[in-house]
């Protein structure tokens, strides 16, 4: 069985730091990346990186637990890259935005099967 390539967003928050260890313990996931506002700090032998198309290349789901100004731009980062995404960000600031975006790589992620 195929692993499959995670990244997480917001790395460096407590439950980033979480999915980090949990993901780092389960032979069905490779973690690819992290990333977070402050970029070049180290968790386990990975460096957190800055949210750019480059970072998420190679990754499968993107998990973010980060802000939701920070989920507007990874959602568009998805439907660029047709990519999954699970936002655990707990904030009703942006909500409608961030429902129609998710509604679009949902969409996206569809058309691609």
């Known amino acids: 069985m195929k692993k499959i390539n995670i990244s997480v967003v917001g790395a460096l928050g407590r439950m980033?730091?979480?999915l980090v260890k949990q993901i780092l313990k389960d032979k069905k996931f490779n973690l690819v990346s992290i990333t977070d506002i402050h970029s070049g700090k180290f968790i386990n032998k990975f460096e957190t990186k800055k949210n750019n198309l480059?970072?998420?290349k190679k990754t499968d789901v993107i998990i973010d637990f980060s802000r939701p100004k920070v989920s507007l731009?990874?959602?568009q980062y998805a439907k660029k890259l047709k990519i999954k995404v699970i936002i655990g960000t707990r904030s009703e600031e942006h909500?409608?935005?961030l429902q129609s975006l998710a509604y679009l790589v949902c969409r996206l992620l569809l058309e691609k099967k």
């Open 54 to 56: 480059e970072t998420f």
């Open 95 to 97: 909500t409608s935005e």
């Open 73 to 75: 731009e990874i959602l």
């Open 16 to 18: 980033g730091k979480l």
